[in-house]
Every structure is written in C-alpha cells, then in structure tokens.
C-alpha cells in the first residue's frame, strides 16, 4: 500500500506563483509514475503533469504547459510542483497520485486518472483576481 500526501496549496494572486510537493510513503518500490491532476467545482477532473521516476521526463497537459516546472528527490520520494503565472482559472483543488509499473508502461496514457493505483486527499489552490 502506498500513502500520498499533498501540500502547499493556500490562496495566490493572480499572477503569483506556489510551489506544491506530493510524497510517497510506503511500498514504494514499484512506484513508476507520480502525476498531478485537478479538478474546479462542477469540473471533469484534469490532468496537469507527470513525472517518470526512473529517467525523470515529464509529460504536460495542454493549459499548463509552459507555466509549470517539476522536479523529484527520489530519496525522499516527492515530487514538487512549480506553478508560475497562475490565474483565476488554475482554481481547483490539486490532486497527486501515483502509478506502479505493470500500470504505466506506455507514456501515452499518463493523462488518464485510471492507470494511477494511489491518489492523495487535494490541496485546494485559490487564485483571486
């Protein structure tokens, strides 16, 4: 079993940034791909950016792209989140989760919720304009 905890929401101006970070604890040894999703009231839930564990390329969702950095420590198994430019759209509640290896064999699927076997509670993010 594999524990996700997210951290570092709060509320931002437009404009401003927060660095969010998710960390893994557990059985982590199989853990392959640790992504970002959110998900705005009334809203399909989206997907932001992954991670791969083992060579550290990262896969973007088309609203965020450009905007956003991530990075790993693998030691400590988290992963954080660098969002800059926010805006009142990036108002949602961030979720991490993460995927085992047999799940995520093929980076084409990286944006589907469904190849994730572990996910977090959220971190809400609120963006005023």
Known sequence: Q???VESGGGLVQAGGSLRLSCAASGR???SNVMGWFRQAPGKDREFV???N???GRTYYGDSVKG???TSRDNAKN???L???ALGPEDTAVYYCAVGTSSRTIFSATYHLPAIYDYWGQ???VTVSS
Do not use: A, H
Request: charged share 10%.
């Open 2 to 4: 594999v524990q996700v």
């Open 28 to 30: 982590t040894s199989r």
């Open 49 to 51: 950016v992954s991670i």
């Open 53 to 55: 564990l083992s060579d």
């Open 67 to 69: 905007r956003i950095t």
């Open 78 to 80: 988290t992963v954080y």
């Open 82 to 84: 660098q969002m800059n």
């Open 122 to 124: 959220g971190t809400q």
